[in-house]
């Protein structure tokens, strides 16, 4: 059986656009789009923009973070926490992406981030995912063991509130080797639910919601979510794109 919470579609805009200004005209867009197709987003700018986003309210949209400290306050230059931006209500945070790792974030440093949000009351997007693949099918490993190192030390209650989301790095940007397809996904989502049935043996409802993300647009969005059965979509690049993220939306 699969999940059946609605769909969740989350824009991640990395350090992008590059002013305010664009920012704001991005959302207000993005917003005029979902009001007419009554769809609810989420939307993780870069948190220097929450504030005048913030302003820009719309029932179809919800904040979150691209990463976060795994404190509230304190020496540690250049971070943001839940509790600094608290005021934008972030719901949910992207944790462990894969440009944050290759800068050397680990998987140990994800799980007390992890921590630290289920204990906010935060959902945490956790990514994972390999940099490439070859006919040993060393991918399965990799990707379990950054699951058992990234969601160890867990309650069956916190499983179920987290979400997963897979991103094969050949998969993502404008680098991208090729596209995923919706079967290696689901290849994928039955292997983590596995790992994480091992490790917690948790079943129906306590299983977390898979999204599936790299290079997700609206020609392929719906393929992921009907024929890979992603319970919803992390979107890099088309969520800069008003007009092509409302059409994904649509899409699906
Ligand atoms: P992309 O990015 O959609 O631009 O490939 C996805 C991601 O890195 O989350």
Not at 13 to 19: A, G, Y
Request: contains cysteine.
């Amino acid at each position: 059986m699969h999940n059946t919470h609605p769909k969740l579609i989350v824009g991640n805009w990395k350090m992008n656009p590059s002013s305010t200004k664009e920012a704001t005209s991005l959302i207000k867009n993005i917003h005029k789009g979902l009001k007419k197709i009554k769809q609810k987003v989420v939307i993780c700018p870069p948190s220097i923009f929450l504030p005048v986003l913030y302003k820009e309210k719309s029932t179809y949209t919800s904040f979150g973070l691209q990463n976060t400290s795994f404190e509230d306050v304190g020496a540690h230059t250049g971070e943001v926490s839940l509790e600094l931006s608290k005021s934008f209500k972030p719901s949910f945070v992207i944790l462990g992406h894969s440009e944050v790792r290759a800068q050397g974030e680990s998987s140990s440093l994800v799980n007390q981030k992890v921590k630290y949000c289920l204990k906010k009351g935060v959902t945490p997007i956790v990514c994972v995912g390999e940099k490439d693949r070859n006919d040993s099918h060393g991918y399965f490993s990799f990707i379990e063991n950054q699951i058992q190192e990234s969601l160890g030390g867990l309650t069956k209650k916190d499983v179920s509130k987290l979400v997963i989301a897979y991103e094969p790095i050949w998969a993502i940007g404008k680098n991208a080797l090729r596209d995923a397809t919706p079967e290696e996904f689901n290849e994928v989502k039955i292997f983590i639910k596995k790992v994480l049935q091992d490790m917690y043996s948790i079943s129906g409802t306590e299983v977390p919601s898979i999204l599936y993300g790299g290079s997700v647009n609206e020609k392929n969005a719906s393929l992921f979510i009907h024929k890979g059965h992603a319970d919803g979509l992390l979107i890099g690049r088309t969520s800069l794109d008003a007009k092509k993220f409302i059409e994904l939306v649509k899409n699906i």
